[in-house]
């Protein structure tokens, strides 16, 4: 068996969707939920709560917005070819089920995923929950990527890890580095550890990778 553990926005996507609805709604620069965070006033999770709840929109026009993230064309291609080849792919997410499955069913895809489920109202925004009755059940992004690696290594004769984001550094560095993905802020995390790394820009590069 061999499993790849990815992460979602801004690595099967090339946005994140806090980013979208940020700039769709925007916060005071005194009072962003997301800086909170960095500094450590706010969880990963309490601060894509607060972003999520000031969404005020039609279901239609946040799907809309989603779909702006821009997911990779050639995924479900990708996943195919993985499929194939013996590979499972695993979605770990610390953002929100809700938009992660809308995308994934407009290309016809069904994976296993591991994210914070969320409810959509007009009135009140995208309403995420933490995953209480996870097995890999973390307070502080809804879900521990780690534990999700731990648990394929364990299973797995080959696990590879494809990420982008902070919550994504622990479970990168667990996996073998030709196994090893990333962009953006986990690419400069991991040089600047002078961890080694595959970088890509679309996630159909690591499947191709996966393939050779």
């Known amino acids: ?3 790849l553990v990815t992460d979602f926005d801004s690595t099967l996507t090339q946005r994140d969707f806090y980013d979208l609805v940020r700039e769709r709604w925007p916060i005071p620069a005194d009072d962003d939920p997301w800086a909170h965070y960095l500094d450590g006033r706010l969880t990963h999770f309490e601060a894509l709560e607060a972003i999520f709840g000031r969404i005020r929109a039609s279901e239609k026009e946040l799907l809309t917005l989603a779909e702006q993230m821009g997911l990779d064309p050639q995924l479900a291609e990708s996943v195919q ?3 194939d080849a013996g ?3 695993v979605i770990a997410s610390a953002g929100c089920e809700w938009y992660i499955k809308h995308l994934l069913t ?6 296993q995923i591991h ?3 969320g409810t959509f109202d007009p009135e009140r925004g995208l309403q995420m929950r933490l995953p209480s009755d996870s097995p890999f059940f973390d307070a502080t992004t809804g879900v521990n990527k780690a534990q999700i690696v731990q648990d394929a290594l364990a299973r797995a004769e080959q696990v590879a890890f494809a990420g982008d984001g902070r919550p994504d550094l622990e479970p990168a560095l667990l996996v073998k580095t030709p196994l090893r993905f990333a962009r953006g802020w986990l ?3 991991l040089q600047s550890r002078g961890e080694e790394f595959h ?3 679309h996630w159909s ?3 191709r990778k996966l393939l050779c």
């Not at 407009?106 to 994976?111: A, N, S, T, Y």
């Open 81 to 83: 070819a993985l499929h």
């Open 87 to 89: 590979w499972t792919v």
């Open 187 to 189: 690419a400069e995390a």
């Open 115 to 117: 994210s914070n489920p």
């Open 1 to 3: 068996m061999k499993i």
């Open 106 to 111: 407009r290309v016809g895809l069904d994976l």
């Open 205 to 207: 590069q690591i499947a």
């Open 199 to 201: 970088s890509f820009d």
